[in-house]
């Protein structure tokens, strides 16, 4: 006894009261109990919004919902942040993507949360979208679920935000999913798209996309909800294997647990670059899609070339 919890470093208490910590952060080095580190997330949110002025009077929000545990803690914090805010009103939208023992638990939780925290919920399903779920769209072309799968969902987010009067679309990106995207487009070489800038003016069909929770840590996230009891045990989803992402994100975990600060330090990386290049130089112009007429930089949104591809 007394020794503190060894995960902790042995610290006994919290930096900044005399309640056990339950996580240990860097840079500056401190060690947070519940109270504190509820307190640290949500005004870190809070930052990230009002320094990149992500929502303005009037906003209505749609929440990108998964009920997976990134959107749960981007629920809740907005919330909370709702009481302040003039007039700002928030909607959750979950798309049903029609995946096998994995997406109806994650609907009943989400669904469940809502209703605990009074928010409005809209669910939307790829069936509505497309006339199949994402089982049956990717048989024989597995590999492919992520893109695919992206590609739908982002279009169903838009329309079901759309429809729903939304001037603003949040979803739960955390700072591991931005450094994770960082490294992904430079070992791809995509720069368009590491360039793409992650603030509110990057948008589809004219709703802006924000992302507070940019600069809150995934094991930050967990932590965050295991202390309100409300972090979400459900499966991983049964796609996730066929994806680069999975092997770039065991390789950042491994580098930030060696050399803290690595997964900040990459997307101040992306941010340097990202003023230096004329964007005009290396993106197409915008366009609108032949078929539906939504902006795009091809001849094709991506929605409908995938339609075409899949017969659809
Ligand atoms: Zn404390
Ligand atoms: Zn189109």
Known sequence: MGQGNPE???????????????????EPDRHLCAAHLICEIEERAARTIRERELVRPHDRIAVA??????????????????????????????VDEGIAGYRDDTIRAAEEVTKKLGIEHICVSFTDLVGD???????????????VCGILRRK???????????????????????????????LRGDLPRLVRTSDADS?????????????VAEKEIAAYLFVQDLFPF????PYTRY?????????????????PGTM?????????????????????????CRQCGDPCSGELCQVCSLRKSLGK
């Open 156 to 186: 169903a987010l838009t329309v079901a935000a759309h429809d729903a009067g939304a001037t603003k679309i949040a979803t739960g990106h955390n700072l591991d999913d931005e450094a994770q995207s960082v490294l992904m487009n430079t």
């Open 234 to 237: 459900l499966p991983e989803c």
């Open 133 to 147: 779920d994402l089982d049956t769209l990717l048989v024989g072309r597995e590999t492919n679920a992520c893109s």
């Open 264 to 288: 900040r330090n990459l997307i101040k990386s992306k941010r340097a670059i990202e003023k230096q290049v004329d964007r005009s130089t290396i993106s197409e112009p915008l366009r609108r």
């Open 243 to 259: 994806a680069l992402r999975r092997e770039v994100r065991s390789m950042l975990s491994a580098l930030e647990q060696q050399h």
């Open 65 to 94: 919902f998964s009920g997976g545990k990134d959107s749960t803690a981007l629920l809740l914090i907005l919330s909370r942040l709702l009481l302040s805010w003039d007039d700002v009103s928030l909607v959750a939208i979950t």
């Open 8 to 26: 902790m470093g042995g610290a006994e208490r919290c930096t900044f009261c005399a309640e056990p910590p339950v996580i240990r952060l860097s």
């Open 203 to 215: 948008s589809d069909c004219f709703i802006p996309r924000i992302k507070p929770l940019a600069d």
